[in-house]
Nanobody
Framework: QVQLVESGGGLVQAGGSLRLSCAASGSIFSINAMGWYRQAPGKQRELVAALTSGGSTNYADSVKGRFTISRDNAKNTVYLQMNSLKPEDTAVYYC?????????WGQGTQVTVSS
């Protein structure tokens, strides 16, 4: 059984920074890709950033230049450094990972950016 545990969400003022973490645990042979999605109230879940095992990254246009995704392979952990946060970044952020032959989601962590 694989689990993804997120941490690092919270309340921050516009212009501030937060760092999200997502640690994968359980029976893991290979992590192929890890990423972050977000879902704001009344909106669909959207991709924020993704990182493949080969090091390729993909960012939503709305976060390019402000957010950085990184990974610690030894810890099976992915990070999302979020800088210059805007009120429109407010959402529940979910970790997602392609591990072995499955795809897994974290429980979500709330990020609230006040104006």
């Amino acid at each position: 059984q694989v689990q993804l545990v997120e941490s690092g969400g919270g309340l921050v003022q516009a212009g501030g920074s937060l760092r999200l973490s997502c640690a994968a645990s359980g029976s893991i042979f290979s992590i192929n890709a890890m990423g972050w999605y977000r879902q704001a109230p009344g909106k669909q879940r959207e991709l924020v950033a993704a990182l493949t095992s080969g090091g390729s990254t993909n960012y939503a246009d709305s976060v390019k230049g402000r957010f950085t995704i990184s990974r610690d392979n030894a810890k099976n952990t992915v990070y999302l450094q979020m800088n210059s946060l805007k009120p429109e970044d407010t959402a529940v952020y979910y970790c997602n990972a392609a591990i072995d032959f499955g795809r897994y989601w974290g429980q979500g962590t709330q990020v609230t950016v006040s104006s």
